[in-house]
């Protein structure tokens, strides 16, 4: 047989090991603020570029997609051009590729710093960036299609069907839930609303996690355990099952995430179902990694890389066992909105991604430099110490999590709430908080320890940029299995294969979402909601752009501890005019629904400049500059007509009135805070906020009072 | 529009019963898929991760 000689791309592979190693660093950095920020509110030192609620969200996209994207880029670049003998497709694009992804990160953390979100959680990059984001995952996937393509290995292993998935499902969420209206250069309104724009999203959100933290990783347990173990997986019968049953199911669970909300009955309890049934193959997949180390498990006690390999597919497994139990709809009750929920997410994203990152970073540095690892001992202590970070974080916040669900469900004997002050619950739980900093603390400085052992060993070894390999061409192996049938025959054709793939995630998705398109009663209608004013559309958008959902919830579910606390529990009809919808996911602070009327206009002025103020020993960090910047008042019929196209039905030709009507309501407001003694120019960012507030969940009300 | 055309057209348990047999069939298919395979086939996809063609071998050893 006549062998062909080429080389694999190992320049590449080494640009996304440091990319994921400075990232990670990164985000974990600033998840180390936050972390410390939600007990010491003071440390945004009044500056919005630093306050918890618009930094968040760069610590969550930092982590998902230039922390786990890198590492998902890196592991399928080395392992991609080894499974199909061949080197990558081209060579530009897999620099387009680097330097595309690199791009988008950086522009993420700048213009969530600077406010500019969509407010949808891990999809919060505004619309020029989602369009860039397009484009550079349609290069990756021609990258890795075409390698694919010009393959010498005429079978497809396993991992790369995970990759495949990965590719289409996160093309197919991302540009689904992307589908916005741009009112101007970084600023957008979704097109869908209240519980079709909260389905959409949790249907993505959801599966941002599955395709995005999920599958890609699974393809590269399925590579590098069995590299680093040299043996070949467990079963391989299991990993077919694994990898259709997991795709097939990952996609319906969504609705989980909307479990007692205003999402119609049979959505959420199909969300449970498919919850449920995930259990199977996650398990089947932990299982088959695990297993995979039989016979060899002295080796696990030695190598520091099958100690990191361990612990990920271990907290795979517990992560994959939670959520399903959180989505039961009692569990989930009890522990929506609590810090479980950020407890299970992290056993996730430092156990599984984290732990399996750094094994995979351990193994690869020394292949790719021809040398041995600078320090095992110095990889051991960054193990114990990155493990010990796991239990700390976790242990405090299921705690927290306990504590201030019991709080807040806690009745007197004469059935009023035995803790109605929202803060009473917080406060409660700092010392957790404190903890739970600590647990970050030694995580990061497991990280540290990490990259000077990877820089060390880089610098004694010798770096290839160009691997030499050899293999048989194609054409030959293509007799040999010409009469396949059946998967034999589907894994060796990627177009079939893809095709498949595809089907197998849109049934799922279309069999939700359709539904809420076509039954107009799955949203009823209530006849006193109108739309906001032009005011409130601006606060509503300071709202966004302050991040505010990022802590509170606007969502009172309908059980007696939230209608006693809140007031009356929302209705999917009260947010039809909502684009995007805020219902938020933690309550870091009180469900804000109803917060309308409840207290008077100089309460939030003082709450919004220093909360503390009024309400001793708040958390909330302080937002002066809210009282000193001026709204852009000029951007307001942009905003009506947009919300016009989109559905809401602002008649013909307001968006001329729009500007006298906002400042006839916002100096109404201004003279208001004259009375009590607070000087402030009508046209200021408060005065729109406020009114936001004070419109908030009072819709309902106006209709009780009409029926009276 | 289009949803006002369709909304009484639609019977929702249409989707959900369309839905478990489209998941069992999908799901029986898979398993009889992954059991009829044959075990040379199995070995030699379970050891294609251990050979990538590289022409240096592993100088070191894990």
């Known amino acids: ?708 | 529009m289009f949803k006002q055309y369709l909304s009484s057209a639609v019977d929702i348990h249409f989707f959900a019963i369309t839905g478990l047999i489209i998941f069992l069939t999908f799901f029986v298919g898979a398993v009889i898929w992954a059991i009829t395979r044959k075990e040379d086939y199995l070995s030699k996809m379970k050891n294609l991760p251990l050979e990538d063609g590289e022409k240096i071998k592993e100088k070191i050893k894990l």
């Open chain 1, 1 to 708: 047989m006549q062998m062909e000689t080429f080389k694999y791309d190992n320049k590449i592979v080494k640009a996304f090991t440091i990319a994921t190693a400075f990232w990670g660093f990164i985000g974990m950095l600033v998840g180390l603020l936050i972390a410390v920020q939600i007990y010491i509110p003071a440390l945004n030192f009044e500056i919005p570029y630093l306050t918890f609620s618009r930094i968040r969200p760069i610590h969550t996209n930092a982590v998902i997609f230039a922390f786990v994207g890198n590492g998902i880029f890196m592991g399928i670049y080395y392992s991609l051009q080894r499974l199909c003998k061949a080197r990558m497709y081209n060579d530009l694009l897999s620099w387009i590729h680097f330097w595309g992804w690199q791009l988008i990160i950086a522009l993420a953390a700048v213009t969530l710093a600077l406010g500019l979100t969509t407010s949808k959680e891990y999809a919060e990059l505004e619309w020029p960036i989602d369009i860039l984001i397009a484009v550079v995952w349609v290069i990756f996937g021609i990258n890795v299609f075409g390698t694919i393509v010009k393959r010498r290995e005429k079978h497809m292993y396993v991992a790369i069907w995970f990759y495949i998935a990965t590719i289409v499902t996160v093309a197919v969420l991302h540009i689904i839930n992307s589908i916005e209206i741009p009112v101007s250069f970084m600023k957008s309104y979704p097109v869908y609303a209240g519980v079709q724009d909260a389905l959409v999203q949790w249907w993505y959100g959801h599966n941002a996690v599955a395709f995005f933290l999920t599958t890609p990783y699974l393809g590269l347990m399925y590579y590098f355990l069995p590299k680093a173990a040299n043996r070949p997986v467990y079963s391989y019968r299991l990993s077919i099952i694994h990898f259709w049953a997991l795709i097939f199911i990952y996609i319906w669970a969504g609705p989980h995430h909307l479990l007692y909300t205003s999402l119609p009955d049979w959505a959420q309890s199909l969300g449970t179902v498919f919850s449920i049934m995930l259990i199977a193959p996650s398990w089947g997949g932990m299982i088959n990694g695990l297993l995979t180390l039989r016979g060899v498990w002295d080796k696990v006690r030695e190598e520091p890389v099958l100690k990191f390999m361990v612990v990920a597919v271990t907290a795979y497994g517990m992560a994959t066992l939670e959520g399903p139990l959180l989505a039961l709809k009692s569990v989930n009750a009890l522990f929506h909105y609590t810090d479980w929920i950020i407890s299970h997410v992290h056993i996730g994203a430092l156990g599984w991604n984290g732990f399996l990152t750094f094994s995979v970073l351990y193994w690869l540095i020394p292949k790719l430099y021809k040398t041995n690892l600078y320090s095992k001992k110095l990889a051991n202590f960054h193990f114990w110490i990155g493990f010990l970070g796991i239990v700390f974080y976790a242990s405090s916040m299921y705690w927290s999590a306990i504590t201030q669900t019991l709080m807040w469900k806690q009745f007197t004997p004469e059935g009023l709430l035995q803790y109605p002050n929202f803060l009473e619950t917080v406060l409660q739980i700092v010392p957790m908080y404190f903890i739970r900093s600590l647990g970050g603390l030694l995580y990061l400085t497991g990280v540290i320890v990490m990259v000077y052992n990877l820089v060390k060993t880089a610098k004694q070894g010798s770096f290839v940029d160009d691997e030499e390999a050899q293999a048989a061409p194609l054409v030959i192996a293509h007799e040999k299995y010409k009469k396949g049938w059946g998967h034999r025959w589907l894994e060796s054709r990627p177009v079939q294969f893809t095709i498949l793939t595809t089907i197998a995630i849109l049934i799922g998705g279309l069999i939700e979402v359709i539904p809420m398109y076509l039954i107009k009663t799955n949203v009823p209608t209530i006849a006193s909601v109108k739309p906001y004013s032009p005011l409130e559309l601006q606060g509503r958008d300071i709202y966004i752009r302050e991040g505010c959902n990022t802590c509170h919830s606007q969502m009172i579910r309908p059980f007696r501890s939230e209608t006693e606390r809140y007031g009356e529990y929302s209705k999917a009809g009260e947010y039809v005019h909502d684009h995007p919808f805020l219902w938020g996911s933690k309550r870091t602070g009180p469900d804000l629904m109803r917060i309308g009327g409840k207290y008077p206009n100089v309460w939030h002025y003082h709450h919004f400049v220093e909360p503390s103020l009024m309400s001793p020993g708040s958390l909330m960090p302080s937002y002066p500059w809210l009282a000193e910047d001026r709204l852009d008042i000029e951007s307001t019929p942009a905003k009506i007509s947009a919300m016009r196209k989109i559905g809401v039905p602002y008649e013909i030709g307001y968006e001329d009135r729009a500007i006298s009507d906002l400042m006839k309501q916002a100096e109404e407001i201004a003279v208001d805070l004259q009375k009590s003694g607070i000087a402030v120019d009508p046209d200021k960012e408060i005065i729109a906020i406020i009114s936001y507030m004070q419109r908030l969940g009072t819709d309902i009300k106006a209709k009780v009072e009409e029926e009276k």
